[in-house]
């Protein structure tokens, strides 16, 4: 019999998979996807292009890239059912998250048999698709049809504003996506892992994963880290409001990390972004107010959680970048989605090739010796 080995809880340091899509390094502060150092990414790809290298391992030759694009645009129509459930969605006035999760569900409709690559294709395709209808919808207006002449960002934009967005906001969209495409064995990326495991299929894997991202401790800390920024509205408020915080035992959003213990270093990348983009804008106001609301968190953090090495992360820094492309806070999470579709999608192929199912133990501690007593009885 093998001896039960010591339970982690939240399974900190564990080794649940082997993957070549990204690493982390927590106290390097480094994270490469698929080979390449972050830094050298987040600027330059395109989306596609990130895609198409966590699926192949490679980056595309321009006639590869041109195709894919084409293949892409040809999935990221909506059914009529998948418009359907959005509207029913919007009457209900669901969270934009919980219309995801419900609208990919609908991806299984009409297809035939099971095809991981159609559907990741699909997935893909359809989320900034999907988000977009359903933010239009739930405000009164009609979706707009994705256009085929544009990329996968520049078509989120179109489609949630109806103009072509200029080259500053798609590359600073196409950063932020390119940043959080893939991160290791996140909480999402596991649990689409798990379910693809079992020999589920991809749909499946990714409605569960977005259930996972949902939550405040994984994707859903953005939106708070904005309102927080904007509670404390001056530089001079920020060491009053956070003190208070900390003292009342609240997290401050947007830091500490299970896996970082240094800077997150997607948190560098985004803030270079923000900057750039609100320095074009005219108006740095915000960007400056989170720098300086950031300063004052960290000094506060190690005064009240003295060795717990708490840095700024990820998501710090997304609702700066996405405030400033115009996003509404409501779809930051739903953003992320959008992104890490691309990865959780990677994993499921991964998992699929090595074709054992995840199933790990637990450590029993209830009693043993109870006795069955009729309903009557009890
Ligand atoms: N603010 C204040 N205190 C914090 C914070 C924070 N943001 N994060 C951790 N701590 C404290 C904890 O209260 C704990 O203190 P204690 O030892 O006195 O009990 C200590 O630091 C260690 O915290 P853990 O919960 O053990 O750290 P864990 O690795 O489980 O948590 C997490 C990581 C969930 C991200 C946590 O730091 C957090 O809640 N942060 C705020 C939410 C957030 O920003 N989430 C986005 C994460 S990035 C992503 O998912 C893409």
């Not at 959008?338 to 999608?345: N, Y």
Request: proline residues 5%.
């Amino acid at each position: 019999m093998l001896a039960e080995a010591a339970f982690k809880p939240g399974l900190e340091g564990v080794v649940a998979a082997e993957t070549r899509l990204s690493s982390v390094d927590g106290q390097a502060g480094e994270l490469v996807i698929a080979g390449f150092l972050l830094e050298e990414l987040a600027g330059n790809a395109t989306f596609e292009e990130m895609v198409y290298l966590l699926w192949h391992d490679r980056l595309p030759a321009a006639g590869e890239l041109a195709d894919f694009r084409v293949r892409l645009a040809a999935e990221h129509h909506l059914p009529p059912a998948t418009l359907a459930l959005l509207d029913a969605a919007a009457r209900d006035k669901a969270a934009a998250m919980d219309a995801l999760r419900m609208a990919a569900s609908t991806l299984s409709l009409g297809r035939e048999g099971d095809n991981a690559e159609r559907d990741a294709l699909k997935l893909v395709a359809c989320f900034p698709t999907i988000v977009a209808a359903y933010w239009r919808r739930l405000n009164g207006q009609m979706p707009i049809e994705p256009r085929a002449d544009l990329g996968h960002a520049a078509n989120y934009l179109y489609m949630l504003t109806g103009s072509v967005p200029d080259a500053a906001h798609v590359r600073g969209l196409e950063t932020y996506l390119n940043t959080v495409v893939d991160h290791g064995l996140n909480a999402s990326t596991f649990t689409a892992r798990v379910i693809i495991s079992t020999g589920s299929d991809m749909i499946s894997a990714v409605v569960g994963a977005l259930g996972a991202l949902k939550g405040p401790l994984h994707g859903g800390a953005p939106g708070p880290a904005l309102d927080m920024v904007f509670e404390i509205g001056d530089p001079a408020n920020a060491e009053a409001v956070l003190r208070r915080k900390l003292e009342a035992g609240e997290r401050l959003m947007g830091f500490g990390h299970r896996v970082y213990k240094v800077r997150d270093p997607r948190a560098d990348v985004l803030a270079a972004a923000a900057e750039r983009m609100f320095h074009d804008s005219g108006d740095t106001a915000l960007y400056d107010l989170s720098r300086q609301v950031e300063q004052v968190a960290l000094r506060l953090l190690e005064a009240y959680k003295p060795g717990r090495n708490l840095q700024t992360n990820v998501e710090f820094y997304t609702a700066l970048v996405l405030h400033g492309l115009g996003l509404p806070v409501e779809l930051f999470t739903p953003t992320f989605a959008i992104s890490r579709v691309g990865g959780w999608t990677a994993h499921c192929f991964e998992q699929i090739s090595v074709g054992r199912i995840i199933r790990p133990q637990s450590a029993y501690t209830g009693s043993k010796t109870r006795r069955w007593l009729p309903v009557e009885s009890r």
